[in-house]
């Protein structure tokens, strides 16, 4: 049962406990009455017990019996209050005992040891209140009894020393009663403080892992989704609220993993997967979640783009620093030498060979101004003007732009718009930016023939995100390429300077945005994952 009385010692308003245990109570005093009642047709035939057969007990056991049905039916109605009820019944059952040893020849009739039932019971389900004072009421009400037997002639003064002795039991058993209902009382005040601290922590982890970076997944033995927080649906690209019960619906990727992480329960692997879901390089840490492995687990979900970003902007950090240095260092002297590399292509009558060496010094010096202006472009991450754009406009703005200025043929670049109606923010001139790094890149790489090139808009898988697809029909990405393909400095051109596609990523980066290299069976295949504005 719950508490009686607060941890303060003050009355709580009595539970379904109290009133269930009351119920049972009830039962028993409706057994025992009609017990009481077949005791008259049953021993009829018998010596012991004469009285029985007297209309008096057949009466006061049949008034017993109505008695414990009144009580049940006010049980049930929970009127009057509680504790009134208890001493009620506790003040009827001690007087229709009492009158029943009266009319079966006093406490020699051994009925006695209902009175010390009934007691014990009011004392437990009252928790231990008014115990004694149900312990008095019922040593008087015995030895009026006995002093009535005297009076009458029935008994004689050796039967006040049971009297006694039955009076002395029903404290004893009140006081046993009161000391295992406060003892009780103590346990559940414990167990009820604990339950609050218990509840209390148990909200205080369910806000930490709701406000989570990463994803976290509770799984059983069955691999069924016991609990998720908001980031594994953002994610796993889970719609929130219809979340599957199982892990193999709700993310099969991550299902596999942990089969075979399971698996390998012998062996002194690592707890550590990654795998790339919707556009995110994911990176899974498995705990089990008991003794061995298929006893279930806890799956956290790492957003390993988001750890390499930021890995990244400590290194954009450091490049910044060096950005300025270069520009002060670099730029003024490479000026002067192309300046008076100009010059002297100026002067007539050079020499053939001379002539050539000075177009091998102009090549080298604009090739380093390139580099500088690719690293000058790091430091404008943190510059960004962020616009409403049309995306169906701007594709098909920037093919006219972009075929007129590398004079490539209209034909060569199919758009393929599917979400027209999308929108995001983002810096327009960085979005140019970015599609102009990728499309050159793109068509240098394919037959540049007609339909070369592709741009399609698109949906994204994850909810509220707008896709731009930039694919052609070249060779595509050399599979030992592909994990270094972002990284600052890195090229497969004698010419390239290795920060187009890494510049083209932080910028995607800085507006919210993520750029992905994704395999194809032919060609390459680079997208460009916007938020969509409408969505």
Request: hydrophobic fraction near 45%; proline fraction near 3%; glycine fraction near 8%.
């Amino acid at each position: 049962m719950t508490l009686g009385t607060t941890l303060a010692g003050e009355p709580m308003q009595p539970t379904d406990a109290y009133w269930r245990s009351m119920r049972y109570f009830n039962f028993y005093r409706f057994i025992v009455a009609c017990l009481l009642v077949a005791a008259h047709f049953v021993i009829h035939a018998s010596d012991l017990w004469q009285l029985h057969l007297d209309l008096p007990y057949f009466r006061i056991a049949l008034g017993y019996v109505s008695f414990a049905i009144g009580m049940a039916v006010l049980t049930e109605v929970r009127s009057p209050r509680f504790q009134r009820q208890v001493t009620l019944q506790a003040i009827g059952d001690i007087g229709f005992i009492v009158m029943l040893m009266h009319v079966s020849g006093g406490v020699r009739s051994g009925l006695g040891l209902l009175l010390v039932i009934a007691i014990v019971g009011a004392a437990l389900v009252s928790q231990g209140r008014l115990a004694l004072f149900y312990a008095a009421i019922a040593s008087i009400a015995l030895l009026l009894e006995q002093s009535s037997q005297l009076l009458a002639g029935s008994d004689h003064y050796d039967g006040y020393s049971q009297s006694v002795m039955l009076s002395l039991s029903c404290f004893a058993t009140a006081w046993l009663a009161y000391t295992l209902a406060k003892r009780m009382r103590q346990s559940e005040a414990l167990a009820s403080q604990r339950g609050i601290d218990l509840e209390n922590l148990s909200q205080v982890n369910q806000l930490i892992i709701q406000d989570m970076q990463d994803g976290v997944l509770v799984v059983d033995e069955k691999s069924v989704l016991r609990h998720h927080n908001a980031r594994s649906e953002a994610l796993l690209g889970i719609t929130p609220g219809n979340v599957p019960p199982t892990l193999d619906e709700c993310a099969p990727e991550v299902a596999e993993q942990l089969r075979t992480w399971i698996g390998r329960e012998h062996e002194n692997r690592s707890s550590i997967a990654r795998l790339v879901s919707h556009g995110k390089e994911l990176r899974l840490r498995f705990q089990p979640t008991g003794a061995n492995r298929r006893e279930g687990a806890v799956i956290f979900i790492e957003d390993w783009s988001r750890v390499q970003a930021q890995a990244r902007q400590l290194k954009l950090a450091a490049l910044g620093a060096l950005t300025a240095n270069i520009a002060h260092e670099i730029r003024n002297p490479l000026s002067a030498i192309s300046h008076a590399n100009q010059l002297l292509l100026e002067e007539e009558g050079l020499d053939p060979t001379f002539k050539r060496l000075l177009h091998i010094i102009d090549d080298n010096t604009q090739r380093l101004d390139k580099i500088v202006q690719d690293v000058m472009q790091l430091n404008r991450r943190d510059r960004i003007q962020q616009e409403s754009i049309h995306l169906a406009g701007f594709v098909q703005e920037f093919r006219d732009q972009f075929c007129q200025t590398e004079q490539i043929p209209l034909a060569g670049i199919t758009i393929e718009i599917v979400e027209g109606s999308a929108a995001t923010m983002f810096d327009r001139h960085q979005l140019h930016q970015v599609v102009w790094n990728l499309c050159r890149n793109g068509w240098r790489h394919s037959k540049q023939q007609a339909g070369s090139l592709i741009l399609r808009l698109d949906k994204a898988v994850r909810k509220g995100e707008v896709m731009l697809e930039i694919s052609d029909d070249g060779p595509g990405v050399p599979p030992e390429v592909a994990p270094r393909l972002f990284e600052p400095f890195f090229t497969t051109e004698i010419t390239g300077t290795g920060l187009g596609l890494y510049i083209a990523r932080e910028l995607c980066e800085a507006n919210g945005a993520g750029l992905r290299h994704v395999e194809s069976a032919q060609g390459a295949q680079f997208r460009i994952y916007l938020k969509n504005q409408y969505a």
